[in-house]
């Protein structure tokens, strides 16, 4: 609860008290003011909406998906190996063009899309299980692109990240790749920012509340200004459309950090 | 759960105890009721749009989690009103009392205000009277913004905002002082005669 606003304070002492006159010119005006009162933006209710939404949601019941991901108990899985998301290699036709993680559980062999160089490497056990278990919560891509979002042109921002990478092949691109000691909040906002696939499943899952839901897209990004990763889901409520929660770094399977709801509707 | 059984809206103490009692809907349609006034009270006080909705965000967090809390010696909205207020003041003062931003009326939504019908003069009054509510020290402002906007009894506001209520006299009396001074050039559109002169209640040699 926010503290007390009560004591005394140095408003107490600003100025001279209104002069009979001047308390019925200003009582006057400000009464006025309220039938001109904004009803809350959609946006923030939209907001808030979501982030009490979310206050229902017990984290402790919370499972992995389905798919090809290994159904675990949320307490007792394992935190799989931190991965980095490379940043994009960008192509002259695709702007927002980004990477995409190859997560089943056959992509041992990692590969840099758009650039033709192998990152040689394999993913150890741990890290497999990570892109497995990443599989079953991201449907889509997962994308560094390093858009920076904003709230007037977020709908058309995300129809964009779709766009392009659902325009693009998959093949031969992208990355997962293991870096110790990393993890989902520890990175800037570039497109170079560590990821815990376990951490972004959570968040996804934290965000959906359901088991096996999966999002179309995660775009690690920045929004307003801030780092925040962008996370689409098809709605639940409006078929059709798409559900984008804006959310910060920090974002796990407890609490998700909502910076901005928005559902997008229409084409 | 929005209705009784004769059809009558459900009120706000029995919505309160129900969020409380774990209907996963109550706490919901009690926001619907009040978010808006919620929102005026927020913008108001913070003069800032971006700040009123992290301010209200998380107020009704703060309300939802911590509702049990409530004791029933003041009405639902009036609690909530203090929880938001609180939190705008909280934030408020963790920025130091920086210049307030004038409200941004896309923002605020206060472009309705702009819309064509509207009289071009109306507009102007109100976006001079935010702006000179926006000069004000934030508690003053809070006091004014409940009992001069919003119409709260000094008693309400005195709840919601934790003071005496004394002291909610005494800030809405300076306020008034201060917004008089401000607004001596502007044309009151009820007919009220333009505020008298009077001397500049920043001066320290006013103060009393």
């Known amino acids: 609860m926010s503290t007390p606003s009560g004591t005394p304070g140095p408003a107490d002492d600003l100025g001279p008290e209104a002069t009979p006159e001047q308390d019925a010119f200003a009582r006057g005006l400000l ?39 290994p159904q675990q108990d949320a307490e007792d899985e394992p935190v799989g190996a931190p991965v980095t998301v490379l940043p994009t290699q960008r192509r002259p036709d695709s702007s927002t063009r980004a990477l995409q993680w190859l997560v089943g559980a056959a992509a041992a062999v990692l590969v840099v899309g758009g650039v033709g160089a192998v990152v040689s490497g394999t993913l150890g056990g741990s890290s497999s299980d990570s892109a497995a278990t990443l599989a079953g919560a991201v449907a889509g891509t997962v994308v560094a692109s390093g858009t920076a979002y904003d709230q007037d042109n977020l709908a058309g921002q995300v129809r964009s990240l779709l766009s392009a990478t659902s325009a693009d092949d998959r093949s031969g691109e992208a990355v997962l790749v293991p870096e ?45 200004g801030r780092a925040a990763l962008v996370v689409v889901l098809t709605s639940k409520d409006e078929p059709g459309a798409l559900d984008v929660w804006v959310v910060a770094p920090t974002c796990t399977r407890e609490a998700a950090d909502v910076l901005q709801f928005q559902r997008i509707t229409g084409p | 759960m929005t209705e009784d059984s004769h059809g009558d809206a459900v009120d706000d103490r029995t919505l309160l105890a129900a969020h409380v009692a774990g209907d996963p809907d109550a706490f919901g349609e009690l926001v619907r009721r009040h978010r808006d006034r919620l929102w005026a009270v927020a913008l108001r006080t913070t003069s800032d749009p971006e700040e009123a909705a992290d301010a209200v965000q998380d107020a009704l967090i703060s309300a939802y989690r911590n509702a049990a809390s409530y004791r029933g010696d003041a009405a639902v909205t009036t609690w909530l009103h203090r929880v938001v207020v609180n939190a705008c003041l909280d934030r408020m003062r963790r920025r130091r009392a920086r210049p307030s931003v004038p409200l941004l009326d896309e923002e605020s939504g206060h472009h309705a205000i702009a819309d064509p019908r509207d009289d071009l003069d109306r507009f102007e009054l109100r976006h001079e009277i935010d702006r000179a509510l926006a000069a004000l020290p934030v508690e003053q402002r809070a006091a004014v913004v409940l009992v001069d906007v919003e119409g709260f009894s000094v008693a309400d506001a005195a709840i919601a905002l934790e003071i005496p209520e004394g002291t ?35 001066d320290p040699t006013e103060r009393r």
Do not use: F, W
Not at chain 1, 40 to 64: G, I
Not at chain 2, 178 to 196: C, E, I, Q, S
């Open chain 1, 31 to 69: 009464a006025g003011l309220r039938a001109d009162d904004p009803p809350m933006p959609d946006h923030v209710v939209a907001r808030v909406d979501a982030v009490l939404a979310q206050e229902l949601r017990p984290s402790s019941s919370v499972q992995l998906g389905t798919g090809s991901a």
């Open chain 2, 168 to 202: 909610v006299k005494s800030r809405c009396s300076r306020g008034r002082a201060r917004l008089a001074v401000m607004l001596a050039g502007v044309r009151n559109p009820d007919g009220a005669a333009d505020v008298p002169s009077t001397p500049d209640p920043t």
């Open chain 1, 180 to 224: 110790a000691g990393a993890d989902l909040g520890s990175a800037g906002a570039g497109a170079s920012a560590a990821i815990a696939p376990d951490t972004l499943v959570g968040c996804v899952e934290q965000l959906t509340g359901d088991q096996g839901e999966q999002a179309v897209a995660v775009d690690r990004a920045t929004y307003e």
